[in-house]
């Protein structure tokens, strides 16, 4: 470890420390019940940096439902895919909408604000289905993640999805909405299935982290992203990546990041540092309250900030 390494990682002992102490958890994300069964105080948290190296602390070997962290990996594959032509059907606006709200979908013509909104998201997974079944879109999102991680070691949490699937009736209204607006071209049912399964990926901070290197554009990362495609992704993390809370983090944390109701947080200092935390509890957007805290204690300790 370099002089600074070791900085940083005395920093990040003393953050598990203060985040325990403080005990303010929020609340777990109970409209999925396997999630609502989840003990909200624990966290974890680990940085990959430019060199290879990665920093951890407190519960960073601990797997967790990425959830709508997931995202931004089917952003990724969507993006390769077919690039500039997914704009078509969906926007690049933060909504100031709850992620599952269907608000604005009537008054947009079925259009969804943007991609990481669940409206959005339904979208994405609908063009990853393109002529694919439901398994081989799966397949490809899990193939793009252990590729950016480098591990092959990430799976799907099956019972999380099948408990997804018994309580999701605002994603089944969104996808039968999206359906009659003409902007959903796979079957409802297989769209859905496709996106709770995707929102069930497990895996544990250091997997996260490693994995959101291919975003930070940093140089140890496997190049499976160009560096447009990487402006872009963190474009839409800084502007909707917290739902209705994206400019509250753009101001405390200053960095695109993106949020599940697991209590994921995937941050992105880009060229610098890919950062994972994890801690259930969430706040009253769904963004994880004690993640928030710890992404702007880094931010504060570090200088890190697209703003200067
Ligand atoms: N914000 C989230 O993480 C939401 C994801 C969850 N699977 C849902 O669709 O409701």
């Not at 958890?25 to 109970?30: K, L, N, R, T, Y």
């Not at 490809?140 to 092959?152: H, N, S």
Request: proline share 4%.
């Amino acid at each position: 470890m370099t002089r600074d390494h070791m900085t940083l990682d005395q920093f990040l002992q003393d953050l598990d420390r203060d985040i325990r102490a403080k005990g303010d958890w929020g609340e777990v994300a109970d409209y999925i019940p396997e999630l609502g069964r989840i003990d909200p105080a624990q966290f974890g948290m680990a940085i990959a940096l430019a060199d290879g190296q990665v920093l951890t602390a407190g519960q960073a070997g601990h797997r967790f439902s990425i959830q709508s962290v997931s995202k931004v990996f089917a952003l990724a594959c969507v993006l390769g895919r077919i690039g500039e032509q997914l704009w078509r059907r969906v926007g690049r606006e933060p909504s100031g909408d709850r992620f599952d709200s269907i608000l604005l979908l009537e008054q947009e013509k079925g259009r969804p604000r943007n991609p990481f909104i669940n409206a959005g998201a339904l979208v994405v997974t609908d063009e990853l289905l393109t002529g694919r079944s439901p398994r081989q879109a799966l397949a490809e999102i899990l193939a793009f993640v252990r590729a950016a991680a480098e591990d092959d070691d990430i799976h799907i949490d099956k019972a999380v999805a099948r408990s997804e699937a018994r309580t999701g009736h605002r994603n089944t209204a969104l996808v039968h909405y999206l359906r009659s607006f003409g902007n959903l071209k796979a079957p409802p049912d297989h769209v859905l299935g496709t996106y709770i399964h995707q929102c069930a990926i497990e895996m544990n901070c250091v997997q996260l982290a490693r994995a959101g290197r291919v975003i930070a554009g940093l140089d140890c990362a496997p190049a499976l992203l160009s560096p447009v495609k990487q402006r872009r992704i963190n474009a839409m993390m800084m502007t909707c990546g917290q739902y209705d809370g994206s400019g509250n983090f753009a101001f405390r944390v200053g960095m695109p990041a993106k949020s599940g109701v697991g209590g994921g947080l995937l941050v992105i200092a880009p060229g610098k540092a890919s950062i994972a935390i994890w801690s259930p509890g969430l706040d009253g957007w769904g963004n994880s309250r004690m993640g928030t805290l710890a992404a702007e204690r880094l931010a504060e300790f570090t200088g890190w900030s697209v703003f200067g």
